[in-house]
């Protein structure tokens, strides 16, 4: 991704402003628990496996049984908490799933008409890039954004480097607010990567990750998309980069040595 060529022309959004009214992200995770004080109400949402014989099967219990996808969903309720949030359930009982899964919620989200699809995963197995490489080119298709975690520089991890997707890895010197775009490659951008602080836990015992960045970015792209209408929306990149806190060449950026989730 080159992104001198991408801000070309980008215009200058106020990101703070709004509150993801009308705007629908698929927070592709663990599941999401509404009740949580962080999240508060899901629109909807399905959990996605394998059955028998390695078909799919798309059932309604998408509750979070793991608490990850719920502190994904509680960054973008605390930064857009207008936003419709939708759980789509690939992980279980362990944060590992298969890339048949991911690639199904992927082309949920297309089919189930969301603005943007978060995919705080990612594996380093190419042989994954091609059934992960239709989900995305299928749902960018059809307007949906899809945000990936990625990591350092010279880890390749899909679904975050295939074209397209918006790649975010975690820096510990971003604030809340800040982000920061790397140059060309992966990770396209960089951000805060923690949750939302909870009562009683210090944040340094809190969950955190290179996840936690994507979703920070993703909760950006919520901001402009209620202010972008949808024909615009290609532009996002360059916008982002337009806003961004502070560009650096990627060869510089702070690395966090952070288990990732998986898939097999």
């Known amino acids: 991704m080159d992104m001198t060529e991408l801000q070309t022309n980008a215009p200058r959004i106020n990101l703070s402003a709004g509150s993801g ?3 629908k992200v698929a927070v592709i995770d663990s599941g999401i628990n509404a009740q949580h004080s962080h999240v508060q109400r899901v629109a909807g949402g399905v959990r996605i496996l394998l059955g028998p014989g390695g078909a799919l099967e ?13 502190a994904i969903a509680g960054v973008l309720r605390a930064k857009a908490p207008d936003v419709e949030l939708y759980s789509v359930k ?3 009982r362990q944060l590992r799933t298969q890339a048949e899964i991911v690639a199904a919620a992927i082309r949920w989200a297309a089919d189930n008409r969301m603005d943007i699809a978060n995919c705080s995963l990612g594996t380093a197995e190419a042989a994954h890039r091609p059934l992960l490489q239709r989900a995305c080119e299928y749902a960018a298709g059809r307007g949906v954004i899809v945000v ?3 990591e350092s520089p010279d880890a390749e991890l899909f679904p975050a480097c295939l074209p397209g997707v918006i790649s975010v890895a975690g820096d510990e010197n971003c604030g809340w607010d800040e982000f920061y775009a790397c140059g060309r490659g ?11 602080p909870l009562p009683g836990r210090p944040q340094e015992r809190n969950l955190r990750g290179h996840s936690f960045a ?16 949808p024909a615009e929306r290609h532009r996002v990149s360059g916008i982002l980069l337009a806003n961004s ?8 950026d702070q ?6 989730e998986a898939l097999d």
């Open 214 to 229: 994507a979703a920070h970015i993703a909760a950006c792209l919520v901001r402009l998309c209620e202010q972008l209408p």
């Open 148 to 150: 990936a975690a990625s």
């Open 255 to 260: 690395r966090l040595n952070l288990p990732q």
């Open 245 to 252: 806190s502070r560009t650096r060449m990627t060869a510089g």
């Open 90 to 92: 690939v992980f279980d």
């Open 58 to 70: 798309f059932l309604p219990d998408w509750q979070d049984s793991l608490g990850h996808g719920t």
């Open 186 to 196: 992966t990770p396209a951008f960089r951000a805060h990567p923690s949750p939302r």
């Open 21 to 23: 009214k009308g705007v």
